[in-house]
């Protein structure tokens, strides 16, 4: 674990101890791991790459020192902001400079091949603006990768250009940016992002950038954070499909090329929020090899309000943390705007375990810490609303081994069946009843209670008319709403929606839920209403005006 003070922390997950801390002799600024690999590589920002080892736990006599300064003696700073291991070569390292890219052999300890990439004067790149394209360039590189062969190698470049390169050689095998390609060509048209009018578009950077594979290493995907037009209103990731790479020994160097040019499929992996990705990570489903990114099954991004977001890979649906990532990351999934605590009875507790359709996990094995068992039988369940309108209730006791350590989910979009206007504003539950409610920006009321799911067709008619308001055809409705029917369908016992007062005349500013079945709810206007849960037909609702 490398910490913001560039300190590499060893943990060892058998004795759930710290082993050491190391403090590296500088800024770390990449760090490349192998699963079958005893070292871990460190890329300095002095530019010098280093070798800690796991095993002894000690620094390795291993040292690259900075090859781009020793092959430029004019590079005034040239710090490591890449690093990757060959993904069928142990013995081979990718190096990634500021000017450019360097495979060093570790078997011959020496390096085999420098990447520098220069747009001649009329080529576009990545640019829009006719006067900076007439001027050569190198636009500073920000990462390289290896394809999961190692048959090429990607670098991306501040400018939001992605070169190809053949690894023999070093020759370039296709320029391009999310949009275009050939790029590095002189007199190539400007692209989608020229504004004839003399306004130009700025693209973003690449903010990071993963090639993964299929089962089959030869087919492959480029899953990219960055690199679209600062003006785009969809924000995400982009996932460039390329497909099956073709033979390099059998096939031309046009097809080669045409192969990067021209992606079988190109899509946007949509965020939840607005906010753009600014990192990522792939989670594959099997393998840790081909740098983690071999048949990946999901996407983690981090966006720019630091939330995280959970994309199912290669279709971008958002997937609930719910059953995939710990508690902790699903605190900033999306962000916390409302909790509550609430003392649960233990047997009550034990006996609250949703039962629904459960997608696969991804994050399995590892046996959970016991803890002291506290002397009391007192649960202290947390509820917190998230930005999205999602409701997750844990346990959250201290020093206690969990029993039922599942989260239970409310989606209240689900049950309002709308997408905006989702703030909660209110929430309380009741630790003897196992019922909930929950109180909107937007005035509504919803009152939940733990039971089993049942068909529409079995819901006994419920009349939910207040005395007064209703006609003789007793076509009139109550402020009371009848929910039942909203009930999740993959849900066959949880926490299900029961009535919502939608006489939403103001914000609800505070909710109370009794342990003997009354809620009351309190309005912004001053207005106070108590609604009785238990009897068949609930009761009218009572208003108690502000006394201003």
């Not at 403090?23 to 791991?33: D, E, L, T």
């Not at 004839?196 to 700025?202: A, E, K, L, T, Y």
């Not at 930005?387 to 689900?414: F, H, T």
Request: a negative charge; charged letters at 20%.
């Amino acid at each position: 674990m490398l910490d913001s003070k560039h300190d590499l922390t060893i943990i060892s997950l058998e004795s759930r101890t710290i082993e050491t801390t190391y403090s590296p002799p500088g800024g770390v600024n990449a760090v490349a791991a192998e699963a079958g690999l005893d070292w871990v590589f460190l890329g300095l920002q002095s530019g010098e790459v280093i070798a800690y080892d796991l095993d002894r736990l000690v620094l390795s006599p291993f040292r690259i020192p900075n090859l781009w300064k020793e092959r430029s003696t004019k590079a005034v700073l040239c710090p490591v902001v890449s690093l990757e291991i060959h993904p069928r070569d142990i013995g081979a390292l990718l190096v990634g400079y500021l000017e450019g890219a360097v495979v060093f052999s570790i078997k011959k300890n020496e390096p085999t091949l420098f990447l520098q990439f220069e747009l001649p004067p009329g080529a576009p790149g990545a640019d829009t603006d006719p006067a900076i394209i007439q001027a050569a360039r190198r636009p500073k590189l920000s990462h390289a990768l290896w394809h999961p062969t190692g048959t090429f190698i990607l670098t991306t470049h501040e400018d939001s250009c992605m070169v190809f390169w053949d690894t023999k050689d070093g020759r370039i095998v296709q320029t391009r940016t999310i949009q275009d390609s050939h790029v590095h060509i002189p007199g190539a048209p400007l692209g989608i992002d020229a504004d004839p009018g003399g306004i130009f578009n700025v693209r973003e950077p690449i903010f990071r950038a993963a090639w993964c594979s299929g089962e089959n290493p030869e087919n492959t995907s480029l899953v990219i954070a960055g690199g679209n037009s600062m003006g785009m209103h969809a924000k995400g990731l982009t996932l460039l499909e390329l497909g099956n790479t073709p033979p390099y020994l059998t096939s031309s160097w046009e097809v080669l090329s045409e192969h990067f040019a021209s992606p079988k499929r190109q899509r946007i992996l949509p965020t939840p929020t607005n906010a753009g990705v600014v990192d990522f990570c792939v989670i594959p489903k099997a393998s840790p090899h081909y740098a983690g990114a071999n048949d990946p099954v999901a996407v983690l991004a981090i966006l720019e309000t630091g939330e995280l977001a959970l994309l199912h890979f290669p279709d971008g649906h958002p997937l609930s943390p719910t059953y995939l990532l710990p508690v902790s990351l699903c605190l900033v999934h999306p962000q916390i705007n409302l909790f509550n605590v609430t003392m649960f009875n233990r047997q009550k507790w034990l006996g609250m375990e949703e039962k629904r359709i459960k997608p696969p996990v991804f994050l399995e094995g590892g046996s959970p810490l016991c803890k002291p068992n506290k002397r009391y039988e007192i649960r202290a369940v947390v509820q917190t609303a998230h930005q999205d309108g999602m409701i997750r209730i844990w346990d959250a006791s201290y020093a206690d081994e969990l029993e039922n350590a599942d989260v239970i989910e409310v989606d209240m979009a689900g049950v309002l069946q709308r997408a905006g206007g989702l703030t909660v504003k209110a929430l309380k539950m009741s630790g003897v009843t196992g019922e909930m409610v929950v109180g909107m920006e937007s005035g509504e009321v919803v009152m939940l209670n733990w039971r089993k799911a049942a068909t529409p067709a079995a819901l006994p008619p419920v009349d939910l008319r207040t005395e007064g308001e209703a006609d003789e055809a007793g076509k009139e409705e109550g402020p009371i709403m009848d929910m039942r029917a909203r009930a999740n369908p993959r849900i066959r016992e949880g926490m299900l929606p029961l009535f919502m007062l939608k006489d939403n005349t103001s914000e609800v500013k505070v909710v109370e839920c009794s342990d003997v079945g009354f809620v009351a709810v309190g309005h912004a206007d001053g207005q106070l209403k108590i609604i009785d849960l238990r009897v068949t037909c609930p009761l009218p609702s009572t208003f108690i005006p502000s006394a201003r």
